[in-house]
């Protein structure tokens, strides 16, 4: 089993930024890729940003590309997304997903685990 709790989220203006955290504890962290999902209300859950087991290798949705940055510390157990230049748009539950695999991908049905979610709201 792996536990996965996210932090970080809150209320920001257009234009602002956050920086989520999801730390993760039970199994070998860097055995896993680690993604970022996010859902609106009334919304599909759609993938955000992924990051391999090892760090080398990253993948962005379009909508967030030049805007997120995804990252990980395997010595800490943790996987951060920096958010910048926010859009109301980007209003959303954000949580964060853990695949047994070398590289992530845009199907959440392809994850293991999941954590309880954290809210981002934007205001305009």
């Known amino acids: 089993q792996v536990q996965l709790v996210e932090s970080g989220g809150g209320l920001v203006q257009a234009g602002g930024s956050l920086r989520l955290s999801c730390a993760a504890s039970g199994r070998t962290f860097s055995n896993y890729a680690m993604s970022w999902f996010r859902q609106a209300p009334g919304k599909e859950r759609e993938f955000v940003a992924g990051?391999?087991?090892?760090?080398?290798?990253?993948n962005y949705a379009d909508s967030v590309k030049g805007r997120f940055t995804i990252s990980r510390d395997n010595a800490k157990n943790t996987v951060y997304l920096q958010m910048n230049s926010l859009k109301p748009e980007d209003t959303a539950v954000y949580y964060c997903a853990a695949k047994r695999a070398a590289y992530t991908g845009v199907v959440y049905k392809d994850y293991d685990y999941w954590g309880q979610g954290t809210q981002a709201t934007v205001s305009s």
């Open positions: 990051i391999s087991r090892s760090g080398g290798s990253t």
